[in-house]
Structure formats: C-alpha cells, structure tokens
C-alpha cells in the first residue's frame, strides 16, 4: 500500500508487515492487534470519522481533532434526548476522557494529556487551540491530521477510503452487505483461523493490517487452486483474452462504493434499450 505524500518522509511500510510501530516526531504509535477489543472500538469510533462530506462552514473549517472531540459530544448529548450545555458539557468531558485512553493504547505510554478550553459558541470552540502531549512531546492539531492518516495505514485503511463517504450510498451499500450476509469481525477470525488450521488464541497478537492482508492472499491463493486448473483445462476462459493472475499479484484496492457502482459504458453495453437503432434515431 503506497503512502502518501504526508507520510512518505518517515514513514517505515515494511513496519506494517512484522507489527511494529510507527515513529513520529520521536512517539511510537502501535498498530492495533485483533485482540484489542477496546482499542479496536475507540479506532472506529474516533478516527474512522468521516468530517469532508459535511457542508456546514464551521465544520468545514475545523481541524479533525476538534472535529471528533466536538462531533461525537454532540452526537452523544443529542442521542441521549438531553440537548442542554450541563449535558452537552458532561459528554465532552466523557468523550476527552476516552480518546486519551485510546491515545494512551496506541502509543503504549500513560502519561497522556489532552489540552484544550471548550466554549458552546461553535465559531469560538473553531478558534481554540487543542494539545496533545505524549509524554513530554506535545503534538498540534495540524500534527494529528497526519498521526490519523498514519493510524489508518497501519491499521489497513486509507484516509481516501474513509472520507470517500457518502450518505446516500452508504444506505445502499447497507442494504447490500445484509443481502449478501453480512460479515462480521468474528466471522473473519474464524475463517482466518480454519485457513491457517490455528485457534484464536494463536493469533492475538496478529494486527488489523496483518488480518486484512494476509485473509486477502489466503483468499486469492483459494480462487487460484480453484480455477486455474479449470482454465489450464479450456473449461473456463476470459472474452477479452486475459489469464487467472498467480496469488503474488493483488489487485489495486477499491474505492469504498466501487461494488455497488455500475460502470457507465459497461451499463450501455450490456443493456439493448440503447442499441435500439429506432431510440436512437429518436434522440438525433
């Protein structure tokens, strides 16, 4: 997974392959095991957030650390049926509180502090500045918009992934995972654990990164066996003349909507509505 222009000055992909950390600005960040319940849920929770399909210009103009930190005290006052600032004031202490201890998780390190002044006018909580300290490091606003996109690559994601969301086809791709059956994360323990014929406890350690990758090639070498003699055989072949690929080559990753997405020229193909001489002959 190529990095991006933010990253590639320090960061180590080959890190990613054997679980070990990233370093920034002298701070180790730990990818996240699959056995860190906790960690897990704060990851998803805090920087698995997508802010860019927002359009309210305060939100716009905000940096994603005070994003998460006002969005999700919100969210939470709203949830809960209380909107008064006592509440909305209580949430953002509770939601302070858990992203430290997410902060501390990653980094491995206890002495975290997050500084920042609250204020219920939205223009001025924008204006307001937030520290992180690790330790004795203090990382800004600015630092962790590249701290979550290095979070996320560790992790198997990427920052375009995230922020790709949209409404509208969320719902749609919702409604097609529950039609498929949708996956949990359980289910793809289990199945990476028969693959590799292990039990759960022997793959604690394992990271999302590893997961994620290591269940794509078990998957590929799967198809391979499967078909490549089929093909080696003349019983399946490709149209457009191309081969079964060897499970050393993975495609590119697609984007978040691409399996819900129709290609428009392969729309026009496959429908005979627009090879009608006459529909067409009625729209020249």
């Not at 990818?31 to 802010?51: G, H, N, Q, W």
């Not at 999700?72 to 600032?85: I, Q, W």
């Not at 204006?127 to 992790?155: A, H, P, T, W």
Request: charged share 30%; glycine share 4%; with cysteine.
């Amino acid at each position: 997974m190529a990095v991006s222009n933010n990253l590639i000055n320090f960061y180590k992909e080959d890190n990613d392959i054997w679980g070990k950390p990233q370093n920034y600005r002298g701070v180790d960040f730990y990818p996240i095991t699959v056995s860190d319940t906790r960690a897990r849920e704060l990851f998803y929770e805090y920087i698995c957030m997508p802010k860019n399909h927002f359009t309210d210009i305060h939100i716009i103009k905000m940096s994603y650390l005070k994003f998460i930190l006002f969005f999700v005290a919100l969210k939470r006052t709203m949830n809960s049926g209380k909107t008064d600032d006592i509440s909305f004031f209580n949430n953002i202490g509770v939601v302070l509180k858990e992203f430290q201890e997410f902060l501390s998780l990653i980094t491995h390190n206890k002495d975290v502090t997050i500084d920042c002044g609250w204020n219920f006018d939205v223009e001025k909580i924008r204006e307001q500045k937030i520290i992180i300290k690790v330790g004795s490091i203090n990382f800004s606003e600015s630092d962790f918009e590249i701290i979550r996109e290095m979070i996320l690559v560790q992790n198997g994601m990427t920052l375009k992934s995230i922020e790709e969301y949209i409404p509208e086809l969320e719902a749609k791709l919702s409604i097609k995972n529950k039609m498929n059956g949708e996956v949990t994360f359980a289910d793809n323990i289990f199945v990476f654990c028969s693959l590799l014929k292990k039990i759960p406890a022997e793959i604690e350690n394992c990271t999302l990164y590893q997961l994620k990758r290591q269940l794509a090639r078990l998957n590929r070498i799967q198809e391979y066996e499967l078909y490549k003699p089929l093909e080696v055989s003349g019983q399946i072949s490709f149209k457009n003349g191309d081969t079964i690929k060897d499970y050393m080559h993975m495609d590119e990753p697609t984007g978040r909507y691409d399996s819900i997405r129709i290609n428009k020229e392969d729309f026009i193909n496959k429908n005979s509505i627009f090879r009608d001489e006459s529909i067409k002959k009625q729209g020249s």
